[in-house]
């Protein structure tokens, strides 16, 4: 098992804070997802980077893949209420079929 | 693009009775298809893969025999929770996986379906 350790686990901040959540392992992947969950819902996908030192900016929304491949940060600018959620990673490993999921970050925007 | 549906959302059923919960691609064909289980406020934890036109692959200490899994086509995959007890409930989310370069491939996933075993 390909193990995907998140922290922070939890975080609540005030809207407009910034914010990073961070994805590392000790195994490589060929590429890495992250995704987003509402309760109730299933998970929605934001980004995958595929490339070690790759960065994708979505709107306020900042993913970078380590030189490594071992690990992902997701970085947030001025959060808002509606990004409130569960973040998650996800690797996949090379030739593997699935995905591995990340233990996830569980995060709180107050207005 | 990319949108994969689950039925039911929600379903209540007594112990002992069996529920079949449907995934499909609605805009993609998916020749494999995953169950994850999640617990509140956890992460996923894959049950199983399902390749269509043959066997599913069941993760270690998941039941094959309690959670049968059907790929019939290639937009369609089914999962069938036999005898339900209580320790069943719980929310389960199928994902249809796409093809990508590089190695890369994406999941998309259903919005989920919570069983409540009572």
């Known amino acids: 098992t390909q193990l995907l350790e998140q922290s922070p686990q939890f975080l609540s901040i005030q809207e407009g804070e910034n914010l990073t959540v961070y994805c590392n392992s000790s195994?490589?992947?060929?590429?890495l997802q992250w995704y987003r969950q509402e309760p109730g819902e299933g998970p929605v996908l934001l980004v995958t980077?595929?490339?070690?030192?790759e960065v994708k900016k979505l709107k306020r929304l900042t993913f970078q893949f380590g030189d490594a491949r071992k690990d992902s940060s997701l970085h947030i600018t001025a959060a808002q209420t509606g990004d409130t959620g569960l973040y998650l990673c996800?690797?996949?490993?090379?030739?593997?079929?699935?995905?591995?999921f990340g233990t996830g970050t569980r995060l709180t925007v107050i207005p | 693009g990319a949108v994969v549906s689950q039925h039911p959302s929600r379903v209540i059923c007594k112990s002992g009775t069996s529920v079949k919960i449907e995934c499909r691609s609605l805009d993609f064909q998916a020749t494999t298809m995953f169950w994850y289980r999640q617990f509140p406020k956890q992460s996923l934890m894959l049950m199983a893969t399902?390749?269509?036109?043959?066997?599913?692959?069941?993760e270690q200490g998941v039941e094959k025999d309690k959670f049968l899994i059907n790929h019939a086509s290639l937009t369609l995959s089914t999962l069938t929770v036999t005898s339900a007890h209580p320790e069943d409930s719980s929310f389960y989310i199928c994902?249809?996986?796409?093809?990508?370069?590089?190695?890369?491939?994406?999941?998309?996933f259903g919005p989920g379906t919570r069983l409540t075993v009572t």
């Open positions: 399902s390749n269509e036109g043959s066997k599913a692959t069941y």
């Open positions: 980077v595929v490339t070690g030192g």
């Open positions: 994902s249809a996986r796409t093809g990508g370069g590089w190695g890369a491939y994406e999941q998309y």
């Open positions: 996800a690797g996949g490993g090379t030739g593997a079929n699935n995905l591995f």
């Open positions: 195994s490589v992947f060929s590429s």
